[in-house]
């Protein structure tokens, strides 16, 4: 059996989709394909996204986001859209692909407003939903 393959598709590439890319990657080893982008990249990762996947072992402050024009999905690829901003170009990197599309829609971290911790909090929550998620993909 083929590594499973999943592009995460996101709004900026900086937050929701790096995480779950670095989650898909620990879960199926690194022979896992997987790849994330966003629909207007950010020009860089997010600190707080870095820290807490730094929690959990996975070095992403080299994180480069990128777009869609960046990745490539196949017939054998599962397409998931973690924002609402971002399921008209999921939705057609999946057709294009003749791919199968999932949307798991959630709240953006970097929206939340607060103390540090409180901001931390945020993200670790959206990185254990992300992780529950990949961690119940059927293949």
């Avoid at 059996?1 to 779950?20: D, E, Y």
């Avoid at 600190?47 to 996975?58: D, H, L, N, Q």
């Avoid at 959630?106 to 911790?117: F, K, M, N, W, Y």
Wanted: overall charge negative.
């Amino acid at each position: 059996m083929s590594a499973p393959r999943a592009v995460f598709v996101c709004g900026r590439n900086s937050v929701r989709s790096p995480m779950a890319e670095a989650l898909w990657r620990a879960r199926f080893g690194e022979a896992a394909r997987v790849q994330s982008c966003g629909i207007e990249p950010a020009s860089c990762a997010d600190g707080f996204m870095i820290a807490v996947m730094r929690e959990e072992g996975a070095d992403l402050s080299g994180f480069e986001p990128q777009g869609l024009e960046d990745v490539s999905a196949g017939p054998d690829t599962l397409v998931v859209c973690l924002a609402p901003e971002a399921d008209e170009a999921a939705r057609e990197l999946a057709q294009r692909a003749k791919a199968r599309v999932e949307h798991w829609h959630l709240a953006d971290p970097a929206e939340i407003e607060g103390s540090r911790e409180a901001r931390l909090d945020a993200y670790r929550a959206i990185r254990e939903a992300l992780k529950s998620r990949i961690n119940a993909v059927v293949l």
